[in-house]
């Protein structure tokens, strides 16, 4: 079979460090694993890392904890047997994605699970001087999220053509959602309305077989998922700082004897949970990612994980997160080096802010991370489409203004086509545009335009003295919403149904277009 | 081939906006094939008439490239390339179209004037203008205002377009405006203006005809000058 899959973007990868300061923070992470240690507060990974050769104690503690001395030469070759290479995927083949750590291939997605839904709608105001003179701004309104909400945002992105891969972006909050059914709820909105990659995270422990399931029915069985898997998880199973977090650790193990890939993700806060200095702030999460990727290894050899790097700055006036400033960048940029050095597919961070609301600084702060993240090459950059107000709201406005600025990011970063043959051809034009009378290569634009070389105008763009951006947008948002949806075949989600206990009768129901 | 192939053809390339056999089209695959320049040959080879070559073959295909322009299916570099083909088919076509007594839509002279070297927007005017039948004559850049005035006067051009990219360089369209009076030739001549830093309002300020914010706003201004006359 042809390996067909999404082609992101090959970029160049901009590397911020030299090949000596790469060597020093790994020795600096392996020498914080080998001491302190980490603290481990699951005993069946404490009793793995002591059964290859760590060092492990008890500590004294309110909670059962092991610290655990890790040897430079266990972590080195448990993560060399991780795979470089793997493909995530999805439920058209087209929509798969190919992970190679030795390739910077870039692909965007959403991310998070915010428990807030922002609608917006543009409404028509009166000057207070001229009541001849109008003007439309926009109207924001917070819902709560919802298995219905979900699902509207996981049809909207299988539209949005910049979006790679899927993560439920949204916590349902529907009232009959408990801890019991809030993973096969979550998953089935998600799969039931897009066609490209879902990964999230797990809720309990208990549903992972459920949610497995309802991909292999959906896949066409256990080994076709094995062989496409649909899904994937994120495990954030360490706690800032050098923490084993005890049931996302059994989540681990269980996640990698299902034979399915997973992040192992970290996300200390400069400041706060690590140092907010960049070399103290990357050895820290480099060696908390390390020991969560020899962990995977350990459990399964050549299980598929991805390098999960999400380091983030602490704002000093109020401890929050600060996403969209030089230094998160800075982090993110070195851990993405580090993933390409260990030869591990790297899950990155984008486009996230402290914007409430579409608008200016939501782009500032936005653009300033997806392009830079890009430019380094991760593959995987999450939280990339939608997320305001940090990681707290999801807005389909802002995804769909998020779509349109990756999509011009995508095509900047494209390998230049510089090559021989096309160098003759323009030289070629150059020498008849120079012998014609104006000289003039307007015409000569065709080719280039045809073949999808030349961008458009920004799609939201204003000709006149107003700025429309978002009226349009929202005009955009509503075209798409009223595409057709991609839902399962019905005799699938029947049988699913049958199958998975929890799941919420009027998921099954067709979606209805246009909102 | 027969006439009304030959003719189709012509048509059809223009649409493609492919001059010689070495072009892409707008479609893919169309590259070698036979385009305008040959095409319009062998019609005079075969002996059909220039002015159906002009009406069937030219104009008529150039109204589908406007349609297809205004529908947005169509770019200014698809437009330039079909208004290319024609003033290459015209080429050809006026001596064959003189001896046959056809006229052209008139003398059009075009300059970017003195102290100016941007020629962009003039370039793509005068494209445009001999891809709509005009006889464009084009001083080229950084053009004298006495020059501009003994060219119009030389070949009683009843079309004059000026054009210019700098604040500090549009005052000397006014220059020429006076240019003209003064050698009593401006009744006789329209004047358009364009430029980015034009406007209708300067235009009026120094005594021009029409500000073109475009080559297209150009040929309306001069088909409504036509249909007015």
Known sequence: MTESFRHGVLVKPYERLDQEQIRCLDEAS????????IWCYNERAAKLFKAHGAKVWEEESGSPCWRVSLPAGLIREAVARAPSRFMLGARKQENRLLLDSDVPRVYFGSGSEANIWLEAEMEEFVSVRDGKATVLVP????????????????RLCDKLEHLDFFIRPLNIQDPEITPENHDVNKF?????????????????????GGVVRMAELIAGGPEALRENPIISFIACVFKSPLQVVDDTADKVFAIVEQGLPLVISSSPQGGSSAPIQEAGMVAQINAEILAGIALVQLIKEGAPVLYGSVPVRARLDDLHDLYGCPEFNQYNMDCVQLARFYRVPCY???????????????????????????????????YALGLLDRTNSFCPLQAVLDNEQIGKIKHCLREPKVAPPVGEEMLRMV???????????????RKALHAGDVSSPYRFETKGMEDRVLEKALDYLAQLEAMPSPQLELGTVKQIFQEIPGLLPGLGQPAQQGY | MQEKEILERIAFNVIQGRVEAEDEGFDEGLDGQAAVTELVEEAL?????PKSTVIEGLTKAMEVVGEKFEKEEYLIPDMLASAECVGAAMDILSPHLVQAGVESRGKFVIATVAGDLHDI???????????????????????PADRIAETVRENQAPFLGLSALLTTTMRVMGEVVGRLEQEGLRDKVKVLIGGAPTSQEFADEIGADVYCKDAFQAIDALKAMASSA
């Open chain 2, 45 to 49: 080879t075969q002996g059909i008439d």
């Open chain 2, 121 to 143: 927007g003039k370039n793509i005017v005068a494209i445009m203008l001999k891809g709509a039948g005009y006889e464009v004559i084009d001083l080229g850049t950084d053009v």
């Open chain 1, 348 to 382: 990155s961070t984008a486009g996230v802010g402290d914007a409430k609301v579409p608008g200016m600084q939501a782009v500032f702060e936005k653009l300033f991370t997806h392009l830079y993240m890009a430019m380094s090459g991760a593959q995987y950059i999450h």
């Open chain 1, 188 to 208: 089935f909105a998600s799969l039931n309305n897009t066609t490209k990659h879902v990964q999230a995270g797990l809720t309990t422990l208990e549903s992972l």
């Open chain 1, 30 to 37: 392996l020498a914080l694993l080998a001491d302190p240690g």
């Open chain 1, 139 to 154: 109207r924001f309104r917070e819902m709560r999220g919802t298995t219905a909400l979900l699902s509207r945002a996981a």
């Open chain 1, 431 to 445: 020498k008849k545009v120079m012998g014609s009378p104006h000289r003039l290569f307007t015409r000569h634009v």
